[in-house]
C-alpha cells in the first residue's frame, strides 16, 4: 500500500479508531484523526507526532456536514486529497425499546448513520478525481443478530451495512471500494462504560461465548482495515468482514 495516501478515520482518538489510526501511522500515512474529545486529540496526537507520524487532530461531530466539510478543507490543505476513510465514530447505550424516545433514536442514527453518510460523501470528490478510493464502514455484529436494549443501536448499525453494500455497487466501476467491518464484543474504554454502567456483561463472562475466547482488541480490528485499504484488496467490495473471534458466523 503507497504509504503517501492520506487517511481519514473518525472517531480516531480512543478505542477501536485510536488503534486504526495508529497502525495507519506506523505504516507511513498521513492521518486525519476526526473526534469529539477534546482531550484524547490532544494526548493521543501528540504521542504519535512524537514518533514521527504525520497527524492531523481535529474536533469534530460527524452528525454536523458543516463541521465535517471544515475539517475536510483542512485536511486537503495541510496533509493531501482524501484516498482512505474509515467511518467509526459511533455511539451505543442499552436502553429498552420502548423507553427509546424519539430524541434518543434520533441522534443515534444522526450520529452512527448519518455520521458515515457526511463523511463517506464528504470525501468522493477526491476519490473519483483519482480514480482509486478505499472506504471501510465500522459497523457491528448487532446489526447481523439483534441485541437486547439496543434495537436503535442495531438499527443504525444495519443501515451502516445496507448503505455500504449500495456504494459499492454504485462506486465500483469508478476504483473505489467499500466495505464494512462489524465488530462484535471489543475491549474499549466504550465497553468499560458500558460494563460500569451495569449495561454490558464483563469481559470475561462474555468471552466464554466467543469461539475464539477473548474480546477482540482495536488492534484486530486495525488489521482488517489495513487489508482493505491495500491494493491487494483491490477486487473486493461490499463485502462484510466479520472481525469478531466467531461469535457471529453468517
Given at each position: 500500500?503507497?504509504?503517501?495516501?492520506?487517511v481519514v478515520?473518525t472517531?480516531?482518538?480512543?478505542?477501536?479508531g485510536?488503534g486504526?489510526?495508529?497502525?495507519f501511522?506506523?505504516?507511513?500515512?498521513p492521518?486525519?484523526?476526526?473526534?469529539?474529545?477534546?482531550?484524547?486529540?490532544?494526548?493521543?496526537?501528540?504521542?504519535l507526532?512524537?514518533?514521527?507520524?504525520?497527524?492531523?487532530a481535529r474536533?469534530?461531530?460527524?452528525?454536523?456536514?458543516?463541521?465535517?466539510?471544515?475539517?475536510?478543507?483542512?485536511?486537503r490543505n495541510q496533509?493531501?486529497?482524501i484516498a482512505?476513510?474509515?467511518?467509526n465514530?459511533?455511539?451505543?447505550?442499552?436502553?429498552?425499546?420502548?423507553d427509546?424516545?424519539?430524541e434518543?433514536?434520533?441522534?443515534?442514527?444522526?450520529?452512527?448513520l448519518?455520521?458515515v453518510f457526511?463523511?463517506?460523501?464528504?470525501?468522493?470528490p477526491?476519490?473519483?478525481?483519482?480514480?482509486?478510493?478505499?472506504?471501510?464502514?465500522i459497523?457491528?455484529?448487532?446489526?447481523q443478530?439483534?441485541?437486547?436494549?439496543?434495537?436503535?443501536?442495531?438499527?443504525?448499525?444495519?443501515?451502516?451495512?445496507?448503505l455500504?453494500?449500495?456504494?459499492?455497487?454504485?462506486?465500483?466501476?469508478?476504483?473505489?471500494?467499500?466495505?464494512?467491518?462489524?465488530?462484535?464484543?471489543v475491549?474499549?474504554p466504550?465497553?468499560?462504560?458500558?460494563?460500569?454502567?451495569?449495561?454490558?456483561?464483563?469481559l470475561?463472562?462474555?468471552?466464554q461465548?466467543?469461539?475464539?475466547?477473548?474480546?477482540?482488541?482495536p488492534?484486530?480490528?486495525?488489521?482488517?482495515?489495513?487489508?482493505?485499504?491495500s491494493?491487494?484488496a483491490?477486487?473486493?467490495?461490499?463485502?462484510?468482514?466479520?472481525?469478531?473471534g466467531?461469535?457471529?458466523?453468517?
Amino acid at each position: 500500500m503507497t504509504e503517501d495516501r492520506v487517511v481519514v478515520v473518525t472517531g480516531g482518538a480512543s478505542g477501536i479508531g485510536l488503534g486504526i489510526t495508529q497502525l495507519f501511522a506506523r505504516k507511513g500515512h498521513p492521518v486525519a484523526m476526526l473526534d469529539v474529545q477534546e482531550d484524547a486529540l490532544e494526548r493521543e496526537g501528540a504521542a504519535l507526532r512524537a514518533q514521527g507520524a504525520n497527524i492531523l487532530a481535529r474536533k469534530v461531530d460527524v452528525s454536523k456536514r458543516e463541521e465535517i466539510e471544515a475539517a475536510y478543507a483542512v485536511i486537503r490543505n495541510q496533509l493531501g486529497k482524501i484516498a482512505i476513510v474509515v467511518a467509526n465514530a459511533g455511539i451505543s447505550e442499552g436502553i429498552p425499546f420502548q423507553d427509546v424516545s424519539v430524541e434518543i433514536w434520533q441522534r443515534m442514527v444522526d450520529i452512527n448513520l448519518t455520521g458515515v453518510f457526511h463523511t463517506v460523501q464528504a470525501s468522493l470528490p477526491d476519490m473519483l478525481e483519482a480514480k482509486w478510493g478505499r472506504i471501510i464502514t465500522i459497523s457491528s455484529h448487532a446489526a447481523q443478530s439483534g441485541a437486547a436494549d439496543r434495537a436503535h443501536y442495531s438499527a443504525a448499525k444495519g443501515g451502516v451495512i445496507g448503505l455500504t453494500r449500495a456504494l459499492a455497487r454504485e462506486f465500483a466501476a469508478h476504483g473505489i471500494t467499500v466495505n464494512t467491518i462489524p465488530p462484535s464484543v471489543v475491549a474499549t474504554p466504550m465497553a468499560d462504560q458500558g460494563i460500569a454502567a451495569g449495561t454490558f456483561p464483563p469481559l470475561d463472562v462474555i468471552s466464554q461465548h466467543i469461539p475464539i475466547p477473548r474480546p477482540g482488541t482495536p488492534e484486530d480490528i486495525a488489521a482488517a482495515c489495513e487489508y482493505l485499504a491495500s491494493d491487494g484488496a483491490s477486487y473486493v467490495t461490499g463485502q462484510v468482514l466479520a472481525v469478531n473471534g466467531g461469535m457471529f458466523i453468517g
